[in-house]
């Protein structure tokens, strides 16, 4: 009786204080009514299952027939979720568990490899699409291109997916992690699918282009087409009626913070309604216990203590612990160069011994990702001084690859002379064009001539670092290391 | 790619999120990063996070 009351007073506040839709359609004996609740980019945001997983019950003791949907990126984001033995499977679980019906395909379903995406569209209880993305021929995924579902009332709704690609043609992601799928254009490719509606009464897109992009896509179809576009990946906060050249966009920001209520109403003469309201979920309240005790579990999970290396020499300096983090970072990106700023590293001393997952997050709580260039020897020489003088909040910057001599005054305020030498010692070949990486905090705020601006792995550093120490398992002694000499010191 | 903050067009590395391009915008108006960021919309006046994904093209306005 008491859950009865508090789901009812919660759909009450849901569908009462949350909405912003002003066109909401009254709904007559002969319609017929959809509706569904969609999310987008829960970028493994575990830990506000529970309360979501509260809101569906609640929504489903309304709306029985309720489909729930993602606009993809359900991974990363989480190390609990990212270093699980089989990485995102929790995700995953609790995606079923909470009964999700649909999800497109974002680019970060790919980031644990290909095997692990393969196996997550195995164990899902819910579809995957995707329409521009063609499958390893010799791996077995279960994604598909589109789905027409059959409501209880007789409603047949098609669904078709697309994902946002880069200039390279690729979603943003590890390169790596692509092998053997290629990818069309998906504003090509959505026109290839608008048959469907032909044998289906609503047609939806459940993409993961962001928003500026469906919107771009909505302008490039015939009026009437499309009744829907929920979708994903710039977490873009919908909150108001969006339509554009007659169809309704949504998105719900990210992680759970937010779902999207959406009715769909077809008249019998087939003319279409609708409506959205942009609901609450991170707020404190009431959770489903089921979910609470799932996420718990994955919360207790001893993977982030496991040991996946020893040091055998303490790290008695920051600057110690800066030129360890770079050689991770060059190893990472497979690289000739890396730099890593000396804010990008949380602390100063690192006792001998075992490294677990959880001492890397430690030193690297930031999650900025690994970003590559291709840079001649005088950008390089560009960027260094660059971060010296520009922001000031780095001054010296930790190099793998190559050694920096600082002359500066007396101060510390002004940079004099910047020489740079192989770690041979020998004259570094300043008209050469090397690969280079650095974290995305760093080439943001770096503001500095350059031909190349730049790709992003897909990959955190602190994760880069984890993975290289997985196959290192013995940290070198770095007691002994100095590539900056400031001042000839 | 290129993306625009409050009218000015940046290039920025590829895969950049909202965070990134609102830093590169400081940066090259030579103002320091404030921290925390403040919030920014949409070209459609949608409030997007700051871990959002940008593709080439995306549209910011800071709200300050």
Redesign the interface.
Known sequence: MKNRVLLALFVLFALTSCGTSKNVTQKTVTDREIVILAVN?I?ANIDNFPRFAFMVDSLRAIYPDMLLVSGGDNQT?NPINDQYQEKGRPTIELMNAVGFDLSAVG?HEFDHGAENFEKHTQIAKFDFLCANMNLPKDMNFKVKPYKIVTMKNGLKVGFVSLL?L??NNQP?CHPDHLTGFSFTDPYKTAPKYLYLKDSADLLIFLNH?????D?KLANSLPEGTVDLIIGG???????KD?IHNGIMIT?A??KLKYATLINLIVKPDGQVSRSMKLLTVDRKGNEQAATRSMVDKYNDNPVMKEVIANAPFEFRSKDELGYWMADALKATAKTQIAFINKGGVRINHLAAGDISRKTIFTIDPFGN?V?T?NLTGHEIKAFITNMFG??GYYKIMYPSGLHLKYTVSEDDSKLINLEFLNEDGTPFDMDKTYSVATN??V?????FQRKD????L?ITTAEGCINWLMEEKTVKNYQNVKRVFVNNK | ?KVTVNRIEL???????????M??Y???K?E??PSPLPEAE???G????H?????????LIIKE
Not at chain 1, 209 to 213: A, H, P
Not at chain 1, 443 to 447: E, K, R, V, Y
Not at chain 2, 11 to 21: L, N
Not at chain 2, 51 to 59: E, R
């Open positions: 980019d970028h984001g680019n946002d880069n200039p943003a282009l962001g928003f500026e992009n919107v990946h710039s977490h873009t906060k919908v909150d969006q998105q920001d990210s990702q970003v260039l520009g922001q995305s905090y080439i943001a705020t770096a503001d601006p730049g790709k992003t897909s | 790619m290039m920025i590395f590829q895969g950049a999120t909202v965070a990134d391009a830093r590169a400081y940066t090259q030579k320091k990063v949409d070209a459609y949608n409030s997007v996070a871990d959002g994904a940008l593709t080439d093209g995306s549209h």
